[in-house]
């Protein structure tokens, strides 16, 4: 399991961790599926996680939630930033409620990356966009 400190952007879906559902955000449509951000957090960082179809309706804030072959990514919104999700490959699932340490800061999703000059395909934090989280 991975601490949410620990993610970095990348096109692959290898990320699996556990967190905690502190906040929803209303529920949308994207073409035609059900989309909605939560903030989400684990003992070491917060982030924003996209919910998608089924998801947006199952998990409520207090949910404790583990990710398997999760992605971290770019997703482009109006505020541009990373979020993780479960993807096609991944799976989320509720495994608890309520009983979880967090901190929400760092927010993972609120960090600037940009590609690393040597590896295009690694990426490294510059900044934080904002210190206001989106859900709010």
């Known amino acids: 399991m991975q601490f949410l400190k620990d993610i970095v952007p990348a096109a692959l879906n290898n990320i699996n961790t556990k967190f905690i559902v502190l ?3 209303m529920i949308g449509l994207e073409g035609q599926h059900k989309t909605c951000l939560a903030l ?3 003992e070491t960082a917060a982030v924003h996680f996209q919910m998608w179809g089924d998801e947006c309706d199952v998990f409520e804030p207090g949910d404790i939630i583990r ?3 999760g992605i971290f990514s770019y997703i ?8 993780l999700r479960a993807g096609k490959r991944g799976k989320a699932e509720k495994v ?8 929400e800061k760092p927010n ?3 960090i600037h990356w940009v ?10 934090p510059v900044d934080f966009t904002s210190h206001i989280s989106p859900t709010h």
């Open 67 to 69: 990710l398997e072959n």
């Open 96 to 103: 608890g409620e309520f009983t979880m340490a967090y901190v």
């Open 40 to 42: 989400v957090a684990d």
């Open 115 to 124: 590609p690393d000059p040597k590896n295009p395909k690694i990426y490294l």
């Open 76 to 83: 482009r919104n109006n505020r541009n930033n990373h979020v």
């Open 108 to 110: 993972m999703s609120e």
């Open 23 to 25: 906040d929803k955000g």
